[in-house]
């Protein structure tokens, strides 16, 4: 398939997990694809897998919670490819405990990395997207936006996720740039293995038990979610933003 060709995408948080499974998705679609993570060694893996599936892909180490690392992020894809059509932000960490016991590093942490690391590379990549009059931003928000025990600082994040795509979809369709969101619920990623094995759980457990409560009986994969975002990017969604998808076989 290369409904995407042509077209240069960035890829926050994609060394692993949902945001992996996204850049090859899109790699496959026709598109370069920068893989952004924290360090380029750790996007390495994602982007040998594009280059050797005949993709073409380039790694950018960023932490997303640095307004001049994001700018000389997107300044460098498009010094590198000559454009950017699309903007995936999916960079995420957890710091999950009860209020009682949440630090305010613990708060800082993870709203720096979802929702201000996505108000960062929103704001570096609407410049090059508002001169070409077109472009393609999905945030990945949550199901867990609507809150979820342990979790005041994810849902909090994942909740201004949904507000931010909303409010960025009102002021950039004007340019020809959709801006919508994903919102997982519970996807099998080294992510979600490590919080269950941090409270002492088996994962294959958890993901059991898990299972039996989603009305589809499994949990999701990450291509579940590419799948989606792929779909929102291309030209086939060309009349829908402002919108949070779910991906969550039908869990709320």
Not at 11 to 19: A, D, F, L
């Amino acid at each position: 398939m290369s409904r995407l060709k042509g077209k240069v995408a960035i890829v926050t948080g994609s060394g692993n997990g949902i945001g992996a499974a996204t850049a090859k998705h899109l790699a496959k679609d026709g598109a370069k694809v920068a893989v952004v993570d924290l360090t380029e060694e750790s996007a390495s893996n994602t982007v040998q897998a594009i280059r050797e599936a005949g993709g073409e892909a380039i790694a950018v180490g960023c932490d997303v919670s640095k307004a001049e690392q994001v700018e000389h992020a997107v300044e460098r894809v498009v010094s590198e490819y000559g454009r950017l059509d699309i903007l995936v932000n999916n960079a995420g960490v957890t710091r999950d405990r009860l209020i009682f016991k949440m630090s305010e590093e613990d708060w800082d942490t993870v709203l720096d990395v979802h929702l201000k690391g996505s108000f960062l590379f929103c704001k570096a990549a609407q410049k090059y997207m508002v001169e070409q009059r077109s472009g393609r931003i999905v945030n990945t928000s949550s199901v867990g936006a609507v809150g979820k025990r342990g979790q005041a600082n994810y849902a909090s994040a994942k909740a201004g996720l949904q507000a931010l795509t909303r409010t960025l979809a009102i002021e950039l369709g004007q340019f020809g740039i959709n801006v919508n969101a994903v919102a997982p619920g519970f996807i099998a990623t080294d992510m979600t293995r490590r919080t269950a094995e941090r409270q002492g759980l088996d994962f294959e457990e958890v993901r059991k038990v898990a299972s039996q409560k989603i009305p589809l009986r499994r949990v999701g994969e990450p291509e579940d979610v590419a799948n989606v975002v792929s779909f929102l990017v291309s030209e086939d969604a060309n009349y829908i933003t402002g919108e949070t998808i779910y991906v969550s076989g039908g869990e709320r």
